[in-house]
Every structure is written in C-alpha cells, then in structure tokens.
C-alpha cells in the first residue's frame, strides 16, 4: 500500500521560506513521476512542481525561480523548498506520485497521479 506523508507546513510573512517533506513508503515501481500540487480555498487543485525518475522537473510558472523541488532516494523523501512566499502561495500542499509517465503536457496535471497524501497547510501573510 502506497502512503505519502506531507510535513514542513506552517505560518510564515511575505518573503519567508519553507521546506515541505513526503516520506513515500509502500511503493515498489521502479519509474515514477513525483510531485506537489496546492490547493487554495474555492480555487481547483494545481500543479506545483514534479520531478520524474529520470530527473526531469517542471514548475508552474508562478513558482519558477523562487521554490525547488528535490529528492532523497536514500530516504524515500521529496521536498519542497519555497522561498519568497507570497499570500498566494497559501494553499494546502499535496505530495503526489504515480509510476506512469505523464502525457504530453500532462505533467501538472492532477489527473495524471494516482497517489496523494494528505496534505499540508502552507500560511502566507502579508
């Protein structure tokens, strides 16, 4: 059974910085594409940032140059590094994984990924 376990969330002013976690346990392919997806109140579920098992990343262009996304193979982990948050950035974060690769312009895509987390709530005040 795959499980994805977010952490890091929190409250943070205009500027700050945080990392997200996603411990990934459970899942045995060998290929995947990986990733986080946010979701603001009343706004649809979007793609944040993914990396594929051939290392390959894609950002949405509102976080391109300010968050990071990498991984920890050793420790089955992915992160998030967001830094000059802005209030737009606060949504809560989902970890997602699938062992798929993604279609053409799919990437971002929340129908292409099978497993989620939970999430985790990102704050950002101004």
């Known amino acids: 059974q795959v499980q994805l376990v977010e952490s890091g969330g929190g409250s943070v002013q205009t500027g700050g910085s945080l990392t997200l976690s996603c411990e990934i346990s459970?899942?045995?392919?060998?290929?995947?594409?990986m990733g986080w997806f946010r979701q603001a109140p009343g706004k649809e579920r979007e793609g944040v940032a993914v990396?594929?098992?051939?290392?390959?990343?894609s950002y949405a262009d509102s976080v391109k140059g300010r968050f990071n996304i990498s991984q920890d193979k050793a420790k089955n982990t992915l992160y998030l590094q967001m830094t000059g948050l802005k209030p737009d950035d606060t949504a809560i974060y989902y970890c997602?994984?699938?062992?798929?690769?993604?279609?053409?312009?799919?990437?971002?895509?929340?129908?292409?990924?099978?497993?989620w987390g939970q999430g985790t709530q990102v704050t950002v005040s101004s």
């Open positions: 990396i594929e098992h051939v290392g390959i990343t």
């Open positions: 459970g899942y045995t392919y060998s290929s995947f594409c």
């Open positions: 997602v994984i699938d062992p798929r690769a993604p279609k053409y312009g799919g990437r971002l895509r929340a129908a292409e990924y099978t497993y």
